[in-house]
């Protein structure tokens, strides 16, 4: 469960987000000074801080700096209840993820609060082979390919080079994004990952460049964005292709000479940033459709690096699965051992479209339902629902022989045949491949149980007439 420490001080206020934010299963703590908020980050480490701009004492600005110098990946919201305030402004410009007005709209909150506190998780440090792993993610592979990716991080690392990540969804680019950033001269300053797919086009410029009061139909106010927020530290593009035509201009002045305009705005801003781009589609033929620019893609792929999916990486899934497990067991508290021999068979023979992120969720699910040392085909049996769809191509391919064949052949009840034929078939594989588990295979033909026994009834009452 994420934990959220709110910092105000009035009592109110405090009630009020510790029953919203409980709602939605999130572990609040309080405190009502900058002092208590200090003193309460180092003792309930919190994935994200909540704070008034304005408080006796230490006020929300001087909180936040101390924070920062303290813990410089902790995600902080800052509150304020004038919507000009300069000091939320000030508080963006030193490291706040963002900022929101009093009273606060309950479903913006709740968005946010998600966005900050994955924002912070990426911020974790990432470790790799025979490194503790309790600290923060960690990389693994002990192939060639991961390999030559572990030394290009080390040799990329320190310099300030723009870097390119390619690779399927899932194979784990972020990872190396962090990784690059951890081992990097600004790893004390900022880190801001920017989703190009998940934000509207019609926003995507006022998040990265941020906007003057009036620039447009509900600017309100102004906004900092990601550049500037992120002055002296590293810029995470993840889907760099999604990225829109309209905007690739602008990126591409920030890549070469550093420098922008807030949209609205006149003056120009200065920035120094290192991008680490990523994507999973093909932009050189992006290039080819115009819908990607040629400049801006030789200013991203100055060191490119491209991840393996996991079917070519079999040999690393049991030390994956192994990692995930002991993950899992830190978070659910439980003491499995490992993968029985039976579902390590499958995972190997498994093509994993979705790749690590996808063994990820297959290990987290098994693990929920597991109550005995190993993880075990019981655990994972919805495994055979995906095992099934990878296999209805060659299924295909099978079916239109055997339609040849039939058709060829005729006779008036040919059509009635089958169809018969066929059901029968498709009702035994589906307990074969339940293992005789009735209500698993019904779920798997989209059939009812008390339908799937009438056919299997039927099945039987033909093979006695045959006999």
């Not at 002990?142 to 870097?163: R, W, Y």
């Not at 609205?264 to 459709?289: C, H």
């Not at 005995?372 to 022989?401: F, H, M, N, P």
Request: proline share 3%; aromatic share 6%; charged share 30%.
């Amino acid at each position: 469960m994420d934990k959220i420490l709110v910092v105000d001080d009035e009592a109110g206020i405090l009630h009020s987000f510790k029953k919203v934010l409980g709602r939605h299963d999130y572990d609040v703590v309080t405190a009502s000074s900058g002092e208590e908020a200090l003193e309460k980050v180092n003792r309930e480490q919190p994935d994200l801080v909540i704070m008034d701009v304005n408080m006796p004492g230490r006020d929300g600005i001087e909180t936040l700096n101390e924070l920062k110098s303290l813990h410089p990946s902790l995600s902080v919201i800052i509150m304020t209840a004038y919507t000009t305030s300069e000091k939320a402004i000030t508080a963006m410009k030193n490291g706040a993820f963002d900022y929101i007005t009093k009273p606060v709209d309950n479903a913006r909150l709740i968005s946010l609060v998600e966005k900050a506190i994955a924002a912070g998780k990426m911020n974790v440090p990432v470790s790799f082979e025979g490194v503790p792993e309790e600290a923060g993610d960690r990389i693994i592979g002990k192939g060639d390919a991961m390999l030559e990716i572990f030394k290009k991080v080390g040799q990329i690392a320190a310099s300030d080079v723009t870097v390119l990540l390619r690779g399927e969804t899932g194979t784990g680019k972020e990872l190396i994004a962090r990784a690059v950033y951890h081992h990097s001269k600004r790893v004390n300053k900022p880190f801001l990952p920017v989703n190009c797919a998940a934000i509207p086009e019609t926003l995507l410029e006022s998040e990265l460049f941020g906007h003057e009061k009036g620039a447009f139909t509900g600017a309100e106010n102004k906004k900092i964005g990601k550049f500037e927020q992120c002055d002296k530290g590293t810029m995470f593009l993840d889907e760099i292709g999604d990225m829109p035509l309209s905007l690739q201009a602008k990126m591409l002045r920030v890549l070469q000479d550093g420098c922008f305009q807030r949209v609205g705005g006149n003056d120009l801003i200065r920035t120094d940033v290192r991008i680490i781009a990523a994507t999973n589609k093909n932009l050189e033929s992006l290039i080819n459709m115009g819908k990607f620019r040629d400049d801006l893609y030789w200013r991203l792929n100055v060191v490119s690096i491209t991840m393996p999916p996991l079917r070519e990486r079999r040999d690393d899934i049991e030390d994956i699965a192994q990692y995930f497990i002991r993950k899992f067991n830190r978070e659910l508290g439980k003491e499995v051992q490992g993968v029985s021999p039976e579902i390590l068979e499958e995972f190997r023979k498994y093509d994993w479209p979705g790749n690590v992120r996808e063994l990820e969720s297959v290990i987290q699910r098994g693990m929920v339902l597991c109550r005995k040392d190993l993880l075990s085909y019981k655990d994972c049996e919805w495994l055979s629902q995906i095992r099934l769809t990878a296999q209805s191509v060659d299924i295909d391919k099978t079916l239109s022989g055997t339609i040849n064949e039939i058709l060829q052949q005729g006779g008036t009840d040919i059509y009635r045949e089958a169809v018969s034929n066929f059901e029968r078939l498709l009702v035994k594989r589906a307990l074969e491949l339940t293992k005789n588990n009735q209500a698993l295979a019904a779920k798997l033909l989209g059939i009812s149980r008390n339908t799937l026994r009438e056919k299997m009834s039927a099945d039987d009452d033909s093979n006695l007439r045959k006999e």
